[in-house]
């Protein structure tokens, strides 16, 4: 299993203008059309984590490949806006991780299309399991008793959002592996 994304957010205690924070900010790109989307999405490299304003003062850092990159964005963001505003101005801006993605892989390198998906969902079972393959080809797995919801594809790739916890995720990814696997022993 790796972490294939982490999204991290909070609130910097004020309003913003956020007009002024897009000609403001020093960032390699920035993105403020009201008319389209009420905030505004700054990126300090082209490619990295999107952060995005709210004029109430929230914020999302989103796009980050690892943790270490997403609390590298925040600490960025903090010196920046430290830089931009005015002394006066009561600056302590919360930050949380809320969101992070993990992919893996069912079985030892077994062919695609080997996991046979309704299988799957019969010994899960239907009513926390979603699969219509018409519109989406995977199934929705969200297991009543751990966290998250689950991805399962025929290839044998999983993949998990929903929990913000590493070790809690790493523990409820290998549940779900098993039950895959005891599944599958049953319904080959």
């Known amino acids: 299993m790796r972490l294939v994304s982490a999204v991290g957010g909070g609130t910097l205690g004020f309003q913003l203008d956020l007009d002024s924070l897009a000609s403001d900010l020093d960032v390699a790109s920035t993105k403020y059309d009201p ?3 009420n905030g505004l999405i700054a990126r300090f490299h082209e490619d990295g984590p999107a952060i995005i304003f709210y004029r109430s003062g929230a914020y999302s850092i989103s796009g980050a490949d690892s ?11 903090n010196k920046t806006l430290h830089e931009l ?10 930050f949380e991780v809320r969101n992070i993605v993990y992919s893996g892989k069912y079985g030892n390198g077994k062919s695609p299309g080997s996991i046979d998906l309704k299988a799957v969902c019969m010994g899960l079972g239907f009513d926390v399991t979603e699969y219509e393959p018409e519109q989406f080809p995977g199934v929705f797995y969200r297991p ?8 399962i594809f025929s290839t ?3 993949m998990l959002t929903g929990v913000a916890d590493t070790s809690i995720a790493v523990e409820a990814f290998e549940e779900v592996i098993r039950r895959i696997g005891d599944v599958l022993e049953i319904n080959p």
């Open 156 to 158: 044998g790739s999983v």
């Open 85 to 94: 505003l005015d002394s006066s101005v009561d600056y302590n801006p919360t």
């Open 67 to 77: 943790l270490d990159e997403l609390e590298y964005t925040f600490d960025k963001l």
């Open 144 to 151: 009543d008793d751990l966290p998250g919801i689950y991805l």
């Open 35 to 37: 008319t389209k989307h």
